[in-house]
């Protein structure tokens, strides 16, 4: 019981969810948090729809699209709308998939744990390519399970359709496809699918799926999966123990601190004990994945993030184990504790603490609309000049908060190789008239001069974001690139 005893397991597993949504919904609609780099990129790609990105396939830009079309605005509400929306969706296949797998009591405290999850909990309040990957996983686990066990075509080519619009969202998801044949390989009463046309069918529409995205990069050089391939940063020193550590310390915050102790625990008894109802189907859509990023992190680094996935089967497997060997305390002090961080970390940008930087989660999204209203009152008395900046993030937050004000802006491309999205799409060559205010750190502007023939420094921009912390940009009128 999560809610009532009057209620159904389904019924509480609705309520919850319902009534968890709403309250995020309404957080973003009061939260004074502005966008991060990554969002504001993200509303930009939204802007010149396409199959395809420098760094991300297209889902999350059509997300933006979407919801900023349905608000016809683009604040940040509107950009971010999608997360809780995305999140209470896969709960509740969350709960479908427990009740189909183990029983109704495991799916409704596994939906409410996932959905209360830290990492959950932060994910719902902006927009990132996790909350799509989150619910299109668990859509397919769920048909997957349904698949494998009714042995319906429906089913297969549903899993197959999801799983498509999963890797249009990260490829990552590759990952849910090598869990299917790697449970299919090692469970016996389930083998005979990989004779059968069925599980290739599924593969054959995940990439029909996703066609459009793989065409778009062969029309741009891979760039997509060459980015990928440079953020694994498998070409270096490959062996970093100390980065697993920080990784595995990582996921006490991502799933919590109760179920991941929990995690770890059933992780090390699953390799003595006998596994409980049907743990080795949610085990294999966890530990691909998870197994992959744990290495990952000993070989260069993952971040925390990155092996989210695997707790839509995670979160399943380990309350499974707990709701079967009657632990539910850990169940309830996992939801207490969930709760509580939560409501203390949303709390803290509507207090005006004024904290110091170091206590101060959120400094590094502070003073880019104010630096952004400086800049475009700069503009104008420069009128012709584009706005060059050599900074990914910085462009981004800039182009979103300038809202039109800065209508020609440039990243400045230093090495001539195309290292993101901005370089891709931007030239020195859109400055018709070669004039440019370059904006950048004062301590970084002392290299400047042999690029141009003229430089002229027009204002230092000091904005404070704490007692001991301030946002500072210089503010250079260049010309007659060299």
Not at 7 to 32: D, E, H, K, M, N
Not at 91 to 104: P, R, W
Not at 423 to 442: I, Q, W
Request: charged share 15%; net charge positive.
């Amino acid at each position: 019981m999560v809610l009532s005893p009057s209620l159904s397991p389904r019924q509480q597993a609705f309520y919850f969810i319902a009534c968890l949504t709403v309250l995020r919904v309404l957080f973003l609609g009061v939260s004074p948090l502005p966008l991060h780099g990554d969002e504001a990129q993200s509303w930009t790609w939204a802007q010149a729809l396409d199959f395809g990105y420098y760094s991300k396939p297209p889902m999350v830009a059509w997300a933006i699209a979407f919801t900023t079309f349905l608000g016809q605005s683009d604040a940040e509400f509107w950009v971010r709308l999608a997360s809780p929306f995305c999140y209470a969706i896969a709960s509740y296949f969350i709960y479908l998939t427990g009740k189909a797998a183990v029983d109704e009591k495991t799916g409704l405290w596994a939906a409410v744990l996932f959905c209360t999850l830290p990492a959950v909990f932060l994910s719902s309040t902006i927009i990132s390519t996790d909350p799509l990957l989150l619910l299109f996983w668990a859509i397919g686990l769920y048909y997957a399970w349904q698949a494998i066990t009714i042995n319906a075509w429906k089913y297969w080519l549903l899993c197959g359709f999801f799983i498509g619009l999963a890797l249009l969202t990260k490829y990552t998801a590759v990952l849910f496809l090598v869990s299917t044949f790697v449970y299919l390989l090692f469970a016996k009463e389930h083998r005979f699918f990989l004779r059968t046309a069925r599980p290739y069918a599924m593969i054959f529409i995940a990439i029909l799926v996703w066609l459009p995205n793989f065409l778009w990069n062969a029309q741009h050089d891979f760039l997509t999966f060459k980015h990928t391939q440079d953020n694994a940063n498998l070409k270096s020193t490959l062996f970093h123990p100390h980065k697993l550590l920080e990784f595995l310390g990582s996921q006490f915050g991502v799933m919590g601190i109760f179920l991941f102790a929990a995690f770890l625990i059933l992780l090390w008894k699953s390799l003595r004990d006998k596994p409980f109802k049907n743990a080795p189907f949610l085990f294999c859509y966890t530990f691909v994945l998870w197994g992959v990023i744990v290495a990952q992190s000993l070989l260069s680094r993952a971040n925390a993030n990155w092996a989210a996935a695997s707790y839509v089967a995670g979160t399943l497997w380990v309350v499974a184990w707990l709701v079967q060997t009657n632990r539910t305390k850990w169940l309830k002090a996992s939801l207490i504790l969930h709760c509580g961080v939560a409501l203390i970390a949303l709390s803290i940008p509507f207090m005006n603490l004024n904290l110091p930087a170091k206590y101060d989660f959120y400094k590094k999204l502070k003073g880019y609309p104010d630096l952004a209203k400086e800049l475009v009152v700069i503009q104008k008395t420069h009128p012709n000049a584009a706005i060059l900046l050599d900074d990914r993030m910085l462009l981004a937050v800039l182009k979103y908060y300038s809202r039109g004000g800065l209508p020609v802006m440039i990243k400045w491309n230093h090495n001539g190789r195309v290292d993101d999205y901005y370089e891709m799409t931007t030239s020195l060559k859109d400055a018709k008239s070669g004039e440019y205010l370059l904006v950048m750190p004062p301590a970084d502007s002392a290299g400047i001069t042999p690029f141009f023939q003229s430089v002229e420094q027009i204002k230092i921009i000091t904005i404070p974001t704490n007692p001991d912390r301030a946002l500072e940009y210089g503010v250079f009128y260049v010309r007659g690139l060299k």
